[in-house]
C-alpha cells in the first residue's frame, strides 16, 4: 500500500480491489468497533454510503495526471511569461489518519512555446487531492506532473491547507495551517522569478 500511496499510479480495472459487499462488511466491522450497532435503523444504509463516497474521495486512483494534461496549445500570440491559476480549493485525506485535509492550490508556470487549459491545472489539483496524501507529496507531484508534460521554463505549486488530523484529534489546534512549496526550473534557480510569483499571490485578487 505504502508504493501504491507514494507512487500515485492509476489503478488499472483489475487491480484485485476488494468487492462492494467486502467494503460495506468492513464499514459494519468499524461500526462495531466503535461501539455502535450496524443494524439499527439509522446505521442500515450506513456501509453501502460509506462506500460510495469512498469511491469519490478516492477516485484519483482511477486518474492519471498525464492523460488530463495530455493537450496543449501552441498558439500563444508570443507570450512567454507566468501563468498563475491561485486559489484552487481541494479536498483530500490524511494518509497516516484518513481524515480531510482541506486547503488550496496555487500554481504557475513559465510557458516554453505552449500553454495548458487552464481547467486541466485544477483537475490535476483533484487527482492528487483524491487519494490518500501528504501535503509534501502532493505538492511535488503537482509540481513534477506538470513539469513532465509541459516541460515549461519552470513551475511554481504552494498549498497551504488545515489539517484535520491536527484539528479534530491529537493536539486539536484548530485553524492551524500548513504551507508547502515545490520550484522547478527556473523558479528555482532565478530568485527574481521565485519572488515574482510570491508578489503576484500577494497582489492578484
Known amino acids: 500500500m505504502d508504493a501504491i500511496v507514494k507512487n500515485f499510479p492509476a489503478l488499472p480495472a483489475t487491480d484485485g480491489r476488494p468487492s462492494q459487499k467486502e467494503a460495506e462488511d468492513a464499514v459494519r466491522v468499524l461500526l462495531r468497533w466503535a461501539g455502535d450497532d450496524p443494524q439499527r435503523e439509522g446505521l442500515l444504509d450506513t456501509p453501502a454510503r460509506v462506500a460510495k463516497a469512498y469511491k469519490e474521495l478516492f477516485s484519483g486512483y482511477d486518474l492519471a495526471a498525464e492523460d488530463v ?52 491545472i485544477a483537475r490535476v489539483v483533484d487527482i492528487y487531492g483524491r487519494r490518500l496524501q501528504t501535503q509534501e507529496t502532493m505538492t511535488a507531484q503537482i509540481a513534477k506532473a506538470i513539469d ?5 521554463r519552470g513551475v511554481a505549486v504552494m498549498i497551504e491547507a488545515e489539517h484535520m488530523c491536527m484539528a479534530m484529534r491529537g493536539v486539536q489546534k484548530q485553524g492551524s495551517t500548513t504551507l508547502t512549496t ?24
Not at 148 to 152: A, E
Not at 182 to 201: D, N, S, W
Open 182 to 205: 515545490t520550484f522547478t526550473g527556473a523558479f528555482k534557480t532565478e530568485p527574481a522569478e521565485q519572488a515574482r510569483f510570491m508578489t503576484m499571490l500577494r497582489g492578484f485578487k
Open 69 to 120: 494534461l495530455g493537450r496543449t496549445f501552441e498558439e500563444v500570440g508570443g507570450y512567454d511569461d507566468i501563468v498563475l491559476v491561485k486559489d484552487i480549493p481541494f479536498f483530500s485525506h490524511c494518509e497516516h489518519h484518513m481524515v480531510p485535509i482541506i486547503g488550496k492550490a496555487h500554481i504557475a508556470y513559465l510557458p516554453n512555446g505552449k500553454v495548458l487549459g487552464l481547467s486541466k
Open 148 to 152: 513532465d508534460t509541459l516541460q515549461p
